[in-house]
């Protein structure tokens, strides 16, 4: 059973960059099959989506974050990485990964995010 | 942007009842709907996708309905760990959007 984790600091500095990493165990990372993402919660409000990486190199993210966000795959490590630039306090919040799969019903597939680790608490402050 | 709302906001209910989650689209999104659950300290849970189908291991108590702008989710008889904050989130569009959430508390 595919498991995944969130691991990376828990505080950072504003304007500096957040790196956290997503741990896939139990499969395999390099399935053209699914879409891996960053979604975040910032405390008190609701689910954003950040961004997602697919064929182990591919990217789309949620326009909103204005270019800040990069997303990466270590296919030898099975880890996928989060870097969001020039953070401020708005970046606070829990981050979780998740993993997007294509689930069919009938003659068509749909998109749903069935794979999600617990979440990791970042807090930009000084 | 499709904006996803939700209503309420909050909830409040009795173990045993049946309750009634609302989602609405900003433009038709067919049946590209996802409803997922988050408890605190836990990773969230796929319950129901393409507006009607319960994933894998999902109990029977959960269903969804909807097409196009307008979606629900029904939990049928409420269970003590049904008690979190329930998300809509719509897959019609590559910019993934998520409802507003709906936090159902014990009444």
């Known amino acids: 059973q595919v498991q995944l984790q969130e691991s990376g600091p828990g505080l950072v500095q504003p304007s500096q960059t957040l790196s956290l990493t997503c741990t896939v165990s139990g499969g395999s990372i390099n399935s053209g099959d699914y879409y891996w993402n960053w979604v975040r919660q910032p405390p008190g409000k609701g689910l954003e989506w950040i961004g997602f990486?697919?064929?182990?190199?591919?990217?789309y993210y949620n326009p909103s974050l204005n270019g800040r966000v990069t997303i990466s795959v270590d296919t030898s490590k099975t880890q996928f990485s989060l870097n969001l630039s020039s953070v401020t306090a708005a970046d606070t919040a829990v981050y979780y990964c998740?993993?997007?799969?294509?689930?069919?019903?009938?003659?068509?597939?749909?998109?749903?995010?069935?794979?999600w680790g617990q979440g990791t608490t970042v807090t930009v402050s000084s | 942007d499709i904006v996803m709302t939700q209503s309420p906001s909050s909830l409040s209910a009795s173990v045993g009842d049946r309750v009634t989650i609302t989602c609405r689209a900003s433009q038709s999104i067919n049946n590209y709907l996802n409803w997922y659950q988050l408890s605190p300290g836990k990773a969230p849970k796929l319950l129901i996708y393409a507006a009607s189908n319960l994933h894998s291991g999902v109990p029977s108590r959960f269903s969804g309905s909807g097409s196009g702008t307008d979606f629900t989710l029904t939990i049928g008889s409420l269970q003590p760990e049904d008690f979190a904050t329930y998300y809509c989130q719509q897959s019609y569009s590559t910019l993934i959007t998520f409802g507003q959430g709906t936090r159902l508390d014990i009444k």
């Open positions: 998740a993993r997007l799969d294509r689930l069919r019903w009938g003659e068509n597939y749909y998109s749903a995010m069935d794979v």
């Open positions: 990486l697919y064929d182990s190199g591919n990217s």
